[in-house]
């Protein structure tokens, strides 16, 4: 993957932890991601192609679909480990404006609806939908907790 760099780290958590059996502190994986945009707004990724923004799409467009698809990468994540393949597309919606707390505009609310199926279909989904949505990067990241609606057969 480019632009990707691993250290070794808690699987569960992802943070740094102690190996007690050695007494030795491991350090967190880190991931580092870069891209690059020209004058003429095309973006480009480290060894990858380059991709003109289509007509219309704003960076606020850009993070809500970093976030569908981010979204979608985790489901996948936690249901190959439950044995499950996924389908699944995604839609997100989100409102800026004046925040309250400190007056500047940015993201109030964030909904994202994921459809997926799962095969073999899984008869309790609720663990993987709250990892899911706990290991999605942008997610995380986001001052904002976006509110999930998931669809799942």
Not at 8 to 31: E, I, L, S, W
Not at 45 to 63: K, N
Not at 84 to 107: C, K, N, P
């Amino acid at each position: 993957m480019s632009g990707l760099s691993l250290i070794a780290a808690n699987p569960r958590t992802g943070v740094g932890r102690t190996d007690y059996a050695r007494g030795v502190k491991t350090r967190a994986r880190v991931f580092e991601y870069a891209v690059d945009v020209d004058r003429g707004g095309r973006m480009t990724v480290p060894g990858g192609a380059q991709v003109d923004a289509p007509e219309g799409w704003q960076p606020d467009h850009l993070l809500l679909l970093a976030l569908v698809n981010c979204s979608i990468e985790s489901l996948r994540f936690h249901a190959r480990r439950a044995g499950h393949e996924l389908a699944a597309s995604g839609q997100a919606h989100g409102t800026v404006t004046q925040r309250e707390s400190d007056g500047r505009y940015a993201f109030v609310e964030i909904n994202v609806r994921i459809d997926a199926q799962l095969t073999p279909r899984a008869t309790e989904t609720a663990e993987l939908l709250a990892k899911a949505e706990r290991d999605c990067f942008v997610g995380a990241s986001l001052t904002i907790k976006p509110e999930y609606e998931w669809h799942v057969s």
